[in-house]
């Protein structure tokens, strides 16, 4: 579950005030809203990358606001992805949890299964570079899912995708929320994308949220 309980949040001269949402532990949403609304500073928010300056975020029932991003459990897919340019698939879906301090059994474990289900098993020893952006953007939703976080957070992740790349994207993406049941907040501006994926649907206004179904 994701709860905003009257947040207020600033980058630089922009803010937003007084939001306050509901996402049930399981959903899938969609956030929309024009270029500029904010709406990657919520995802910030969320997993503790920008300061909350008022109100209160709650993860699962629990408030974290001033908690540590490394605490939070929070996958995150940021829309660049930040790959590490050195590090192989495999190292890739395997760095959270080694961070995390987890077993060589584990890791290897985990690592199998996220390549089995994101279709990245015959290039788990494969660089970066050279991946076409579908493969990147696999690769990036494994390490964010790697330590089965509680919430998925997705910035516009098929955005920079041709047609039938993101059609693939899509179906993988029906396909984890189908396995895992990660609460999911995705933002993008296609609404094709937001009506195939989202239980929920929210579109940022005027620094306000606007719920509705798709």
């Known amino acids: 579950m994701i709860e905003f309980s009257d947040v207020s949040l600033r980058s630089g001269d922009f803010v937003l005030s007084d939001l306050s949402f509901t996402l049930a532990s399981g959903e899938y949403a969609v956030l929309m809203g024009r270029t500029g ?10 997993c503790g990358l920008r300061a909350v300056t008022q109100g209160t975020i709650r993860l699962d029932g629990v408030d974290i606001t001033d908690w540590l991003p490394g ?4 996958g995150y897919v940021p ?20 961070l995390r301090k987890r077993s ?12 089995e289900l994101l279709g990245l098993g015959p290039l788990v020893d494969r660089s970066i570079a050279g991946l076409s952006g579908g493969e990147r953007q696999r690769v990036a939703l494994g390490r964010a899912l790697s330590f089965q976080p509680s919430i998925l957070l997705l910035d516009e ?7 039938e790349t993101r059609s693939e994207m899509s ?3 029906r396909q984890v929320k189908a396995t895992t049941g990660v609460t999911t907040l995705h933002v993008t501006h296609d609404r094709e994308e937001a009506a195939a994926l989202a239980d929920r649907h929210f579109t940022l206004v005027n620094g306000e949220f606007r719920s509705g179904s798709c």
Do not use: M, Y
Request: glycine share 4%; no cysteine; charged share 25%.
């Open 171 to 173: 179906e993988l993406l």
């Open 104 to 115: 060589a059994a584990e890791v290897a474990r985990r690592t199998t299964e996220l390549a």
């Open 157 to 163: 992740p098929l955005s920079a995708l041709d047609k």
């Open 37 to 46: 609304s904010g709406k990657t500073t919520i995802l910030e928010a969320i």
């Open 71 to 74: 605490d939070r459990q929070v």
């Open 79 to 98: 829309q660049d992805q930040v790959l590490f340019p050195t590090f192989t698939v495999g190292e890739h879906l395997a760095f959270a949890l080694r």
